[in-house]
């Protein structure tokens, strides 16, 4: 099957099978997963609402009654693991609830992705989702990118393109989601050695699916040398190697008439100074020297 996005950051189908080879064995590698589900779970503390029609992405099966518990989702809801996000199955408002537990950063056409999930959203209906976000494994980007250019002469793409919390506000909004959130939280984790991290990664199902890396075994020395690298600039002091992981957590609103919606400039009807119970000085403004090169 011919993947659905024309732009092919991502080999849908070495993502698919990463994650199917992961499926037996996912719940012993999950702890990224499960971290992130609490985490939307706690941001949606103070939110009174039953969801009775939602979805949840996810990169594997994990335990679905606790995450409907925490995302107050009916009993009899459906709750789908979408296949694929590229091309998702929901006609349009026929979502009250959408979730994405840690898949959005393989989207070859993340912006699209959210147009979708926006359009499957009934008016006033929740989109939450956590990503990988620009932070994580720059350890590892670092160590392989400067050992494959010490032994190959030329670098590969190893670690995905992660988008930053500044892009995905962006992205949010021009998806057209209301009163969008976006926040992110970042988790060290260390290994014994490089291969416990490859290991790790693999079991996750986050192996890399980049259609344009280079598929030839890589051989010894350039895992030799990204670990020699890796040690020297990124191990704490017993010679652990650090792995940062940053989740991105977005959370976004398909717009309804009854939110909140800001104040059209120059409709105020108090000052800020009587609210603070100050006195408001006029400071003159002074015109910024422009530069030449």
Not at 132 to 143: H, Q, S, V
Not at 195 to 215: E, F, K, P, V, Y
Request: charged share 25%; with cysteine.
């Amino acid at each position: 099957m011919p993947d659905p996005c024309p732009q092919r950051i991502f080999d849908r189908r070495d993502i698919r099978r990463f994650r199917n080879r992961s499926r037996n064995d996912f719940a012993r590698y999950d702890f990224l997963v499960q971290n992130s589900a609490q985490s939307l779970s706690d941001r949606l503390c103070d939110i009174r609402r039953q969801f009775d029609t939602a979805a949840i992405d996810g990169p594997c099966p994990f335990t679905h009654p606790s995450i409907r518990r925490s995302y107050h989702i009916g009993e009899n809801a459906p709750c789908d693991i979408v296949a694929d996000n590229e091309v998702l199955p929901f006609a349009g408002h026929s979502l009250n609830l959408f979730a994405s537990i840690l898949t959005l950063h393989t989207a070859n056409d993340l912006p699209g992705a959210l147009v979708q999930i926006r359009r499957s959203l009934t008016p006033d209906g929740l989109f939450l989702a956590a990503l990988f976000g620009g932070e994580t494994l720059f350890e590892l980007r670092d160590a392989m990118t400067r050992a494959e250019l010490a032994t190959r002469g030329g670098v590969s793409p190893r670690v995905f393109p992660f988008a930053d919390k500044q892009q995905m506000g962006s992205l949010l909004q021009r998806a057209g989601f209301a009163l969008p959130v976006v926040d992110s939280d970042l988790i060290t984790v260390t290994y014994r050695d490089l291969r416990a991290l490859m290991h790790d990664l693999r079991g996750m199902g986050q192996s890399n699916a980049i259609a344009a890396r280079d598929r030839r075994n890589p051989g010894k020395a350039l895992f030799t040398e990204a670990e020699r690298i890796y040690r020297k600039a990124h191990a704490d002091e017993d010679g652990r190697l650090r792995a940062t992981f940053e989740i991105i957590y977005l959370i976004g609103w398909a717009p309804h008439e009854s939110q909140q919606k800001p104040l059209r400039p120059g409709s105020a009807t108090a000052r800020l100074a009587d609210a603070l119970g100050t006195n408001e000085h006029n400071v003159p403004t002074r015109r910024r020297p422009t530069q030449h090169s």
